[in-house]
């Protein structure tokens, strides 16, 4: 008999340990469900302010970015799913000045509850960049007021606007999800710490060299100009994947011999076919830069942010803009 109660004993004992694992399991499981609920929903338009806004996000929020890498925002229409992605979403974060067409579609056709976030407002703004291949570029056409058609969209290549556009989107995130501000606004000061350090990375790299002048395969690198003292001299224009007229090609050539420039930069996520030609036909060296729109693949397997991307930008420029080599006529 003594056997048989203390064989239900232990069942007894088995019993309890099983409802006990049952119970923290489904309770584990409540908890990952009202976490995932918590999550803050974000769709950002393209890759440049996708990658912002994660790092000021980062694991409280789920983000989308819409416009694959690699295809112009320019260009871009949304399709049914993406709108209903952006639906769903709590935040849409995008940069304006025109880069993104869509945006202004996309603003009318959403209700008040979706936060609206223009990641450039209060960006210190570049104009006077008409799309023309056979003018040559200035690059501080700098106004207080300018038309938006006029304006350089690409403010994040400054560290300061990139600075400014996470605190526009930190804003929104705080307003949208007031539980976790204060994680996110900590999230914002180390962002400012970096940018500030990659701001002096800059000057002190590029303040005292003699060559300034880029020679650049599309026009987008206006602020990196403004802020350190360089020109760009652009083979095509803003955007990326036209042909050069040969008026413009011959004003390149004419352009580096004459102030002896020993090197072209080529859009990293675009390629370099131009860039190659030019530099095949003229014996000067290639070297990457990019607008951070997007990554190549090689970049994507890296997880490459928005600060790898200035870094790389910086090494290139240190190497292109150094000492210039004569050249042949």
């Known amino acids: 008999m003594s ?24 309770v584990s499981g409540c908890n990952t469900e009202t976490e995932k609920k918590h999550k803050l929903r974000v769709c950002a338009s393209f890759f440049a302010v996708y ?17 694959p890498e690699g295809v112009e925002p320019h260009d871009w229409e949304p399709s049914v799913k993406a709108m209903i992605s952006i639906e769903n979403s709590d935040v849409f974060v995008y940069n304006g000045l025109g880069i993104e067409g869509f945006a202004e579609k996309i603003r009318e056709s959403q209700g ?6 223009e990641a450039s407002e209060g960006c210190k703004i570049l104009y006077g960049y008409e799309d023309h291949d056979d003018e040559h570029d200035h690059d501080k056409h700098d106004k207080e007021e300018g038309d938006i058609s006029d304006a350089d969209p690409h403010v994040w290549l400054d560290p300061d606007n990139a600075a400014k556009e996470a605190e526009n989107i930190c804003a929104a995130f705080c307003r949208a999800d007031p539980e976790n501000a204060e994680y996110y606004n900590e999230n914002l000061e180390n962002f400012r710490k970096k940018a500030s350090d990659l701001n002096n990375a800059y000057k002190n790299a590029l303040g005292d060299l003699e060559n300034k002048e880029l020679i650049v395969s ?17 083979v095509e224009g803003m955007g990326s994947g036209g042909d050069p007229s040969p008026r413009r090609i011959r004003e390149i050539y004419d352009n580096i011999r004459k102030n002896n420039i020993d090197c072209i930069f080529y859009e990293s996520l675009t390629g370099s076919r131009i860039a ?19 990554r ?27 000492d210039a080599d004569d050249i042949g006529s």
């Open 3 to 26: 056997g048989i109660f203390s064989y239900l004993k232990a069942m007894k004992k088995l019993l309890l340990l099983i409802m006990t694992i049952m119970t923290v399991l489904i």
């Open 51 to 67: 990658d912002i806004a994660r790092q000021i996000g980062g694991d409280r929020i789920e983000i989308k970015n819409l416009v």
């Open 112 to 117: 008040s509850e979706l936060i609206f976030v």
């Open 218 to 234: 599309h026009r987008a690198y206006g602020y990196i100009c403004s802020a350190y003292g360089l020109t760009q001299e652009a």
């Open 276 to 294: 190659e030609t030019i530099s095949e036909d003229m014996g000067i060296d290639m070297y990457p830069i990019t607008a951070f729109e997007g």
């Open 296 to 322: 190549n693949a090689e970049q994507r397997k890296q997880d490459f942010d928005y600060f790898d991307a200035m870094y790389m930008n910086l090494e290139s420029l240190e190497k292109g803009l150094g």
